[in-house]
């Protein structure tokens, strides 16, 4: 429920889905996160408040509660990763193929992607296995993020092996998985033979990897220009997520600026005071 702007983060991956044409959502949930399922209720008496209030201009902001999605929720009961949390949705995916949206990044600004809507293009022509969305780091950041190794070039690619969070000097490329993936049901079988790899955890990365080995057909689709990945799981891009997000509000966006302005201004005659009296 951590909030970019005006919204929590979820509910701009929520939104990011309908646009792209899903209809049907599961939200794996854990211990003190009912607050998420209550958000994207209709809240009655919070329109009755502010109708009554005199905030009308406030309604607009509700809109999110009439999207046609319907909700589903499951609750992974220990954190044993991301590989097992993608399990508690078998009972519900059964054997269709599913998308799955990590919800601690946004996809483009405002979470204005249509990403998924071409990978799902691309998993009906191609009909791997599974599709990656994957994007570019700089090498100090790929031990943060799953590494793949592309067999071929392009901005849709096959997959040839990958790495969970490797060290700088064994990445196999700097294509960073980023957070959106479509799976066939396969995906399941590999879980279910996966060990507990990085962190102790049941890797979503290594169970792919059993895919590869399989002879499965594994895809990578690069984030396309413009799209950006805000990657909340960290503060330094949490922060600038927020300020990008909040400079660009229609409302209040030119306000933002003006103060950012102030303030850097405000920081480099500081800065510029230390360097003098250092000087001196
Ligand atoms: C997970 C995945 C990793 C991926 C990342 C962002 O890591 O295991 O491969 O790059 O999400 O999509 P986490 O952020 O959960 O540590």
Redesign the pocket.
Same mark, same amino acid.
């Given at each position: 429920m951590l909030p970019v702007a005006k919204k929590p983060v979820v509910q701009y991956v929520v939104e990011e889905m309908e646009a792209n044409g899903i209809n049907q959502i599961l939200l794996v949930t854990g211990r003190n996160k009912t607050s998420i399922e209550n958000h994207f209720d209709f809240d009655h008496e919070l329109t009755r408040t502010l109708r009554e209030t005199g905030k009308e201009d406030l309604l607009p902001e509700l809109e999110y509660e009439r999207m046609r999605m319907q909700f589903f929720f499951t609750r992974q009961r220990k954190q044993k990763?991301?590989g097992d949390a993608v399990l508690c949705a078998q009972k519900f995916t059964k054997s269709e193929p599913f998308t799955v949206a !990590?919800g601690?990044?946004i996809i483009g600004l405002h979470g204005r992607s249509r990403l998924v809507e071409h990978m799902c293009h691309v998993f009906e022509e191609e009909k791997p296995s599974c599709i990656i969305a994957v994007q570019e780091v700089t090498p100090d950041k790929v031990s943060?993020?799953?590494?793949v190794k592309p067999a071929s070039d392009g901005d849709v690619f096959t997959i040839s092996d990958?790495v969970?969070?490797p060290d700088r000097k064994d990445a196999p490329s700097n294509l960073?998985?980023?957070?959106?993936y479509i799976f066939s049901p396969e995906i399941y079988g590999a879980i279910n033979h996966t060990y507990a790899g990085?962190?102790g955890e049941i890797? !979503?990365?290594d169970a792919i990897r059993i895919l590869i080995r399989e002879g499965r057909k594994v895809m990578g689709v690069k984030l396309p220009a413009g799209d950006i990945r805000y990657?909340i799981?960290n503060f330094g891009a949490y922060y600038r997520a927020f300020i990008e997000f909040a400079m660009d509000d229609p409302e209040y966006g030119e306000d933002v600026k003006a103060f950012i302005r102030e303030k850097a201004g405000e920081n480099s005659k500081e800065a510029r005071l230390r360097e003098n009296r250092a000087l001196r």
């Amino acid at each position: 429920m951590l909030p970019v702007a005006k919204k929590p983060v979820v509910q701009y991956v929520v939104e990011e889905m309908e646009a792209n044409g899903i209809n049907q959502i599961l939200l794996v949930t854990g211990r003190n996160k009912t607050s998420i399922e209550n958000h994207f209720d209709f809240d009655h008496e919070l329109t009755r408040t502010l109708r009554e209030t005199g905030k009308e201009d406030l309604l607009p902001e509700l809109e999110y509660e009439r999207m046609r999605m319907q909700f589903f929720f499951t609750r992974q009961r220990k954190q044993k990763g991301l590989g097992d949390a993608v399990l508690c949705a078998q009972k519900f995916t059964k054997s269709e193929p599913f998308t799955v949206a !990590l919800g601690d990044s946004i996809i483009g600004l405002h979470g204005r992607s249509r990403l998924v809507e071409h990978m799902c293009h691309v998993f009906e022509e191609e009909k791997p296995s599974c599709i990656i969305a994957v994007q570019e780091v700089t090498p100090d950041k790929v031990s943060s993020y799953g590494i793949v190794k592309p067999a071929s070039d392009g901005d849709v690619f096959t997959i040839s092996d990958m790495v969970e969070k490797p060290d700088r000097k064994d990445a196999p490329s700097n294509l960073a998985v980023s957070a959106r993936y479509i799976f066939s049901p396969e995906i399941y079988g590999a879980i279910n033979h996966t060990y507990a790899g990085k962190g102790g955890e049941i890797q !979503l990365t290594d169970a792919i990897r059993i895919l590869i080995r399989e002879g499965r057909k594994v895809m990578g689709v690069k984030l396309p220009a413009g799209d950006i990945r805000y990657d909340i799981g960290n503060f330094g891009a949490y922060y600038r997520a927020f300020i990008e997000f909040a400079m660009d509000d229609p409302e209040y966006g030119e306000d933002v600026k003006a103060f950012i302005r102030e303030k850097a201004g405000e920081n480099s005659k500081e800065a510029r005071l230390r360097e003098n009296r250092a000087l001196r």
